[in-house]
T-cell receptor
Framework: LAKTTQPISMDSYEGQEVNITCSHN???????ITWYQQFPSQGPRFIIQ???TKVTNEVASLFIPADRKSSTLSLPRVSLSDTAVYYC?????????????FGTGTQLKVEL | DAGITQSPRHKVTETGTPVTLRCHQT?????MYWYRQDPGHGLRLIHY???????DKGEVSDGYSVSRSKTEDFLLTLESATSSQTSVYFC????????????FGPGTRLLVL
């Protein structure tokens, strides 16, 4: 299983760019990298997913280096509403859930 | 958001009693998962299902069993609840071809006294 490591917490201010890095040294060839956001008392919600290089959507960007041993979630111009826990997930659905590993999450706190 | 509901949303029970949590989906997703979430541990997979009557163990399966008799329902049973099973339980669904994405339910908060 691809074990993931993330910072426990990060602090930022409104309007700043936030980059959260996830390490996954033993990622497998078929593994995808997916990031989820979780607010208190809610289930995690999909943010972005990638396999290699860079992916961008309306919410975030995901940077994956060539060796794929890490990934960086980039949140542009954060606001107070981006305060949440962010999880990095590495694996594939094919073959079952035993190939999916969540990190312990990064608590992002955004202040004025 | 995918149509995933969990019941009950909150439950208090006593040690040694059986407890069943239900997850219901309207998306016709093939894969369904049960996770528990505890402070300091993030999300840990308990059991998962890859089809009707097809289930397998996850990372923390001891003390839990599951059943899936229909595509839309995935049940998690604590045969004899213990205080260590006090947690928030999340159900998720997924479908191969949907970019390996999981869709999570709102969670069930379980307290075992």
């Amino acid at each position: 299983l691809a074990k993931t490591t993330q910072p426990i917490s990060m602090d930022s201010y409104e309007g700043q760019e936030v980059n959260i890095t996830c390490s996954h040294n033993n990622i497998a060839t078929n593994d995808y990298i997916t990031w989820y956001q979780q607010f208190p008392s809610q289930g995690p919600r999909f943010i972005i997913q990638g396999y290699k290089t860079k992916v961008t959507n309306e919410v975030a960007s995901l940077f994956i280096p060539a060796d794929r041993k890490s990934s960086t979630l980039s949140l542009p111009r954060v606001s107070l509403s981006d305060t949440a826990v962010y999880y990095c997930l590495v694996g594939v659905l094919t073959g079952g859930g035993n190939k999916l590993t969540f990190g312990t999450g990064t608590q992002l706190k955004v202040e004025l | 958001d995918a149509g995933i509901t969990q019941s009950p949303r909150h439950k208090v029970t006593e040690t040694g009693t059986p407890v069943t949590l239900r997850c219901h989906q309207t998306e016709n997703h093939r894969y369904m998962y049960w996770y528990r979430q505890d402070p300091g541990h993030g999300l840990r997979l308990i059991h998962y299902s890859y089809g009707v009557k097809d289930t397998d163990k996850g990372e923390v399966s001891d003390g839990y069993s599951v059943s899936r008799s229909k595509t839309e329902d995935f049940l998690l049973t604590l045969e004899s609840a213990t205080s260590s099973q006090t947690s928030v339980y999340f159900c998720a669904t997924g479908e191969v071809g949907s970019k390996e994405t999981q869709y999570f339910g709102p969670g069930t908060r379980l307290l075992v006294l």
